[in-house]
Structure formats: structure tokens, C-alpha cells
């Protein structure tokens, strides 16, 4: 099973509020990797775990948190959502940081 | 900074012809180049890679020509399929730093 999941596939947040977004996978990645997909603007890497370290971009560093409490699972949290947070979330997970495998994503709304 | 660019945006061809595709970086470390395509509904999934060993890597109608020296490669799709209509995105990746940079993509439509 190649399969990598994504919950919610769609959320609408209230700007000022959390929104906790979730990943799966089964297949024992010890890679797996957030990013944010905007119309007509390449995915953008937020962050990664490799294995249980967190690797987060300087330029998203204090927007996004995330947790890997086991091998298969990973969450991407935002404390108070923006406007500009609305975008597509993408969650991939890689067995040798070459090739990802990527989830169906979640489309994030906020008003 | 965007450091790896796809052109054109968005691409149409005839159903039998070759699509272009295009792509190019600036990060010299880069050792290793995945396209990834993305239907309408579902996930950017690997289609085909290629490493600077090689300038060439062919995979049944699509092929990736490589040119180190310009930092430039090239998704060609022969016979062009209405099934191969989909975003596609060219990424590079230094060994070891686990961080694929992506371009935008291109956006292709293959009319029957």
C-alpha cells in the first residue's frame, strides 16, 4: 500500500483560530514532509521530520508547528490562521529522500 | 528566489504530437531531478527522474534530456495522449538534505 492520507480533505477556519491538519502512512517512510500549494505557485516546503528531528524553513519557522508522535503519523499545526494560509496542504512521506509518495491533500479556507 | 524554473505555464498540443516541456535551475548541487504529474483531483505523483551521470533517460514516450552545463533539462512526450493532460512539475534535490526545490509547473492539454 502506496497510500498516503490526508485529514481533513477540506477545512474552513475562522481567522485567529487553530488549525490542526493531519497525515498518514503506512508504508514505514521514516521521511515525510508538509508543504503549501497556492494557485499557480510551485509547492512550497514548510517542513519535514527525518525520523523523529524536525527540519522547519527559516521563512515559515514561526507560523508552522508539527508533531510525529510515531513513525506513520504527522500533523501540521497553525496557531492563528490568516488569510494567507488559504491554500492547498500537501503531505508526502519518502523512504530514501528521493523519491516522495504525496497525499491527496487539504484544501484550506479561511474567511 | 525561485531556483528552478518551468516554462511555458501552461502548454496545448494535437493528440500524436510531441509536447515540450521545459526546465531549468541554478542550484549546482542539485544531483537529482524527479517530474512529478498531477491530474485534475489527485496527487503530484513520480513519472520519471534523472541524475547528471546521465543526459538522457527514456521511459516508454517520455524522455528527460539533461545539460549540466546550462543547468537546463527537458521533459519530451511523444505521441501525445487526451490521457496525458495533467500539471507537471519539475523539482531538484541535493543528496543528503532531503529538500526537493519544485518549479511551478506546467499545465498540459492534449486535444483528441
Known amino acids: 500500500d502506496t497510500t498516503v492520507k490526508q485529514n481533513p480533505r477540506y477545512k474552513l477556519a475562522r481567522v485567529g483560530k487553530p488549525v490542526n491538519l493531519i497525515c498518514s502512512q503506512t508504508?514505514?517512510?521514516?521521511?515525510m514532509y508538509w508543504y503549501q500549494k497556492k494557485p499557480n505557485q510551485a509547492p512550497k516546503l514548510l517542513l519535514f521530520y527525518y525520523d523523529k528531528i524536525l527540519n522547519r524553513e527559516a521563512d515559515t519557522f514561526e507560523k508552522f508547528q508539527s508533531s510525529r508522535p510515531n513513525n506513520s503519523f504527522c500533523s501540521l499545526y497553525i496557531g492563528s490562521a490568516g488569510l494567507e494560509y488559504s491554500a492547498m496542504y500537501l503531505c508526502a512521506s519518502s523512504a530514501d529522500r528521493v523519491e516522495q509518495f504525496f497525499g491527496p491533500g487539504t484544501r484550506l479556507t479561511v474567511l | 528566489q525561485q531556483q528552478v524554473r518551468q516554462s511555458p505555464q501552461s502548454l496545448t498540443v494535437w493528440e500524436g504530437e510531441t509536447a515540450i516541456l521545459n526546465c531549468s535551475y541554478e542550484?549546482?548541487?542539485?544531483?537529482?531531478f524527479p517530474w512529478y504529474w498531477q491530474f485534475p483531483r489527485e496527487s503530484p505523483a513520480l513519472l520519471i527522474a534523472?541524475?547528471?551521470?546521465?543526459n538522457k533517460k527514456e521511459d516508454g514516450r517520455f524522455t528527460i534530456f539533461f545539460n549540466k552545463r546550462e543547468k537546463k533539462l527537458s521533459l519530451h512526450i511523444t505521441d501525445s495522449q487526451p490521457g496525458d493532460s495533467a500539471t507537471y512539475f519539475c523539482a531538484g534535490t541535493s543528496g543528503g538534505n532531503y529538500k526537493p526545490t519544485f518549479g511551478k509547473g506546467t499545465s498540459l492539454v492534449v486535444h483528441p
Open positions: 542550484d549546482s548541487t542539485f544531483d537529482y
Open positions: 508504508m514505514n517512510h521514516d521521511t
Open positions: 534523472i541524475r547528471p551521470v546521465s
